[in-house]
């Protein structure tokens, strides 16, 4: 069964550094989520893709964060610089269909769990 | 902005008995649509069941059904014959219906343990 790929797993890193996640997503998805999901909290939204153009990134900080999908297929994104509140689970997630067809489910990879020292 | 409120952050049950799990939700639209994800430790969220607003009929999916109750706001879930593989957190989630940009909004989680 096809998967969300995500890498790294695992990522520590010092404040002030910067740090990137790469997502995969299913094959034929054409609409990418970015979620942050602190510890003990539900995911929130940070940027979704369809294709290669941002449909919202409206919760994006985009002082210090950057997202693309030069291809339409796997994404980037980008944390420079990196603060102590950053750390928390970056999920990806993909769908068939666009970002307003609302039937679509929603897969999702295993996660980047960043830690900022 | 729609809200998701899931009210307990905690449960535990029995293996082989029923749990419910809660979830409410505040939005001003008729037609939208609700899920629950489990999210097994360090493993990738997964849906397990999904509801239409427009529809009267409670969403079942083998060992799992939900309860909706649309003027009550209220969508919960009930796992019967739990098993120890049922373990792993719980959000319900809330999507806008075709036209939105905005898609799922996730309420705060229910960690679930499953008693042996």
């Known amino acids: 069964e096809a998967e969300v790929a995500q890498s790294p797993r695992y990522k520590i890193t010092e404040k002030s550094q910067a740090v990137a996640f790469w997502c995969?997503?299913?094959?034929?998805?054409?609409?990418?989520?970015?979620?942050r999901q602190i510890l003990g909290q539900g995911p929130e939204l940070l940027v979704?893709?369809?294709d290669e153009s941002v449909v919202d990134d409206s919760q994006l900080p985009k002082d210090r964060f950057s997202a693309e999908r030069l291809k339409g297929v796997d994404s980037t994104l980008k944390i420079q610089p990196a603060e102590l509140g950053d750390?928390?689970?970056y999920l990806c997630a993909s769908k068939t269909g666009t970002p307003l067809t609302s039937r679509d489910t929603q897969y999702f990879g295993p996660g980047t769990r960043l830690t900022v020292l | 902005a729609q809200?998701?409120?899931?009210?307990?952050?905690?449960?535990s049950v029995q293996e082989a008995e029923t749990v419910t799990l809660s979830c409410t939700?505040?939005?001003s639209e008729s037609d939208y649509y609700l899920f629950w994800y489990k999210q097994?430790?360090?493993?990738?969220?997964?849906?397990?069941?999904r509801q239409e607003a427009y529809k009267q009929q409670n969403a079942t999916e083998n060992r799992f059904s939900v309860n909706f109750q649309k003027a009550a706001k209220s969508f919960s879930l009930k796992i019967s014959d739990s098993q120890l593989g049922d373990?792993?957190?719980?959000?319900?989630?809330?999507?806008s219906p075709s036209g939105?940009?905005?898609q799922l909004t996730f309420g705060s989680g229910t960690q679930l343990t499953v008693l042996p």
Not at chain 1, 24 to 35: E, F, K, V
Not at chain 2, 3 to 11: A, F, G, K, R
Not at chain 2, 40 to 49: A, G
């Open chain 2, 25 to 27: 939700y505040d939005t």
């Open chain 1, 48 to 50: 979704q893709f369809q």
């Open chain 1, 87 to 89: 750390s928390a689970m």
């Open chain 2, 40 to 49: 097994p430790p360090s493993r990738q969220m997964i849906l397990v069941i």
């Open chain 1, 24 to 35: 995969d997503p299913i094959s034929g998805h054409a609409t990418l989520y970015w979620y």
């Open chain 2, 3 to 11: 809200t998701v409120t899931q009210s307990q952050p905690e449960m």
């Open chain 2, 100 to 102: 939105s940009a905005r």
């Open chain 2, 87 to 95: 373990a792993a957190m719980y959000f319900c989630a809330y999507r």
